[in-house]
């Protein structure tokens, strides 16, 4: 189909994870999935709340592909509650355990941030619900037209 | 049971998503729904970047039902990091494929923005997972009361 | 392993859920939850538009354990888009169903407000999905590091 690929894949094991206080979020999820042999998944539920959290956004009016210059980056003490966790494991083309994360957070405002997460702490805790995926021909590499590492589908 | 309607449904097929570049989001989703003959679903996860966003929000003190009035259109060039996809796929009362979607970016301040999903296309990639329902007594049509297209589910 | 408590459960029932407007979400949830005896699970997609959200930040430079001094409640009359929300449902310590939810709202000017919530009722409609467990092993109780009620894992 144009402008569209994607892959019928039925879902493989299902894993509650929790990540205790003061431990880094992306680097923990990297060495779970490194010990289970998770090489494909998506996260379905993350709730708890973070510190330290370091993310970027991309510049408004920027064009891809994404370079340094057109990224903003952003350093949050925090603490936030954790109000979304979004991403997915795929392999990089080194064939490692690629761990892609998008957070969002609410400040003591109320008011909401978030971005491409670097990397964050727990805070008071951490909960999350992860479903696996043993699909065929779906890995990830850089896009030289986004500038950024990208799923890619191989359709038959 | 009242003030609550549910139905227990098993998951149908799950899909892996990638819309490229420049492609609209909705539009592209509608579209492999047809083609897979995908009628109810919700999506897991959705994680990449967007651009030319068009979303709402409901003015505030507004009171149902949601009227052209009572909402703010946003026009958003951006780009944005896509943090949050929420949605599902239900029939209209015509029985046309009819794909509800909230968004939440992120701008390169750190700050988010979001609403009610108009459209929206890709920037440098998206990433979508979604799960198929095949439940039986559940339909989408327009709330006299609510203003706006909600599903309703028939329970026995 | 360290830093991380995990446990592998394979996904119980899938529920559908529509909340009509009015209605108070955390109530209708526990009470749907109560019923249908699902004392583990896991929310996977929540749409719709919030009225009366009370909800709470953590102050910005706080510690650990989160106290009342250390939280700031925001009653926001709205209606939102509801954007994301985001939970889990395990028992606590008196075996109870206790559903932890945090939500994201867009607001009529496009930006986004949330938090931990404490309840909302529905604006025009709430469309959820949610998926059960029925791990053993995991509970919820208060942790006296973090101060808030807390998923635990046991591992084997």
């Not at 010990?35 to 510190?51: D, L, N």
């Not at 990224?71 to 080194?94: A, C, K, Y």
């Amino acid at each position: 189909m144009e402008g569209i690929w994607y892959k019928e894949t039925p879902p493989g094991r299902w894993f509650i994870i929790k990540i205790p206080p003061g431990e880094t979020l992306g680097a923990r999820l990297v060495e779970f999935a490194r010990a289970e042999g998770v090489t494909q998944a998506a996260i379905v539920s993350g709730i708890g709340s973070v510190k330290d959290i370091r993310f970027r956004g991309i510049k408004t009016g920027a064009k891809v592909p994404i370079t340094i210059p057109r990224i903003h980056r952003h350093d949050v003490e925090g603490p936030l509650e954790l109000l979304g966790l979004t991403g997915n494991i795929f392999p990089n083309e080194r064939g490692e355990i690629d761990c892609h994360l998008h957070i969002t957070g609410g400040l003591s405002s109320g008011e909401v941030i978030g971005g491409h997460l670097y990397e964050a702490a727990v805070f008071a805790t951490c909960e999350i619900v992860l479903v696996e995926f043993r699909a065929e021909g779906i890995e990830r590499y850089l896009s030289k037209s986004g500038g950024v590492p990208t799923v890619y589908i191989r359709q038959e």
